[in-house]
């Protein structure tokens, strides 16, 4: 059986409708996203936290129980300026500990002048 033009145009019509509906779909539902802001294409906001908890006696941990600050953060506001009077540092014998004054002030003289005193430095505490 031949088939007419109205009947061909009438297909055609009809793959182009679903055709656009589906375009129109996709349009939106990527206008439905919103765009991230953090530079890496993902947001991250509603994701959960996925970090393990501080390990006890670890270096990290030190830090946080003694509210201390690493160089890559920066001290705190009400620090800026002020010496430090402690620090979580790495001993030359592995153990990590706070410390007082008498080597906190190594610890300065390490991350400042340069001075090896084989310590690692984790952290200036007030």
């Known amino acids: ?3 007419t033009v109205w009947h061909q145009l009438r297909w055609k019509l009809a793959v182009g409708l679903i ?3 589906y375009v129109v779909t996709l349009i939106g539902m990527q206008a439905a996203v919103p ?3 953090n530079g890496v294409g993902v947001d991250l906001s509603n994701m959960p ?3 393990r908890p501080l390990t006890t006696g670890s270096p990290a ?3 946080v129980e003694h509210g201390c600050w690493t160089r890559a953060e920066g001290p705190p506001a009400d620090m800026v300026g002020v010496l ?3 620090s979580v540092v790495t001993l030359p ?3 990590t500990v706070y410390v007082g004054a008498d080597l906190t002030g190594a610890a300065l003289e390490q991350e400042i002048n340069g ?3 084989g310590l690692i430095v984790r952290g200036f505490c007030r």
Do not use: F, Q, Y
């Open 1 to 3: 059986m031949r088939r």
């Open 19 to 21: 055709a656009a509906a």
């Open 35 to 37: 765009a991230p802001d």
């Open 49 to 51: 936290t996925l970090a």
């Open 61 to 63: 941990a030190l830090v």
């Open 84 to 86: 430090p009077g402690h």
């Open 93 to 95: 014998n592995g153990d």
């Open 115 to 117: 001075v090896d005193n």
